[in-house]
């Protein structure tokens, strides 16, 4: 489902999001979002993937590896970059396709060290 709410992309991603998954949710910062059907491919990723790791587990592990990637990097932006998850959806929301033919867990292909 997606849904307009500043409100959750604010507090989730410090304001600098444009849209925030909280699983089973989408939520956009602005409703123009709406029709920019590539942001809503890479938050359907991240369903996607939430599912796969029974929602807890995923939302556990993406915080550990930011913050994991935090330190290696020192830098925000670039540790949100490096995260796994970010990278599979950054790598596929141009392709539509691209979640009828996933793998399960696919991420962990964009682990890297």
């Not at 989408?26 to 491919?41: E, G, S, Y």
């Not at 369903?47 to 990637?69: D, G, K, N």
């Not at 935090?70 to 990278?87: C, G, H, K, M, P």
């Amino acid at each position: 489902m997606i849904l307009v709410s500043r409100f959750w992309t604010k507090i989730f991603s410090l304001g600098k999001a444009d849209a925030i998954t909280i699983y089973p949710f989408i939520f956009l910062k602005k409703r123009m979002f709406k029709d920019n059907q590539q942001l809503i491919n890479h938050e359907k990723i991240h369903i996607r993937q939430a599912a796969e790791l029974l929602i807890i587990f995923f939302y556990i592990s993406y915080l550990l590896e930011f913050l994991f990637r935090y330190v290696q990097y020192r830098d925000f932006y670039t540790a949100y970059l490096n995260i796994s998850y970010e990278r599979e959806a950054y790598a596929n929301e141009a392709n539509f396709d691209y979640l009828s033919q996933r793998k399960f867990w696919a991420f962990g292909q964009y682990y890297k060290k």
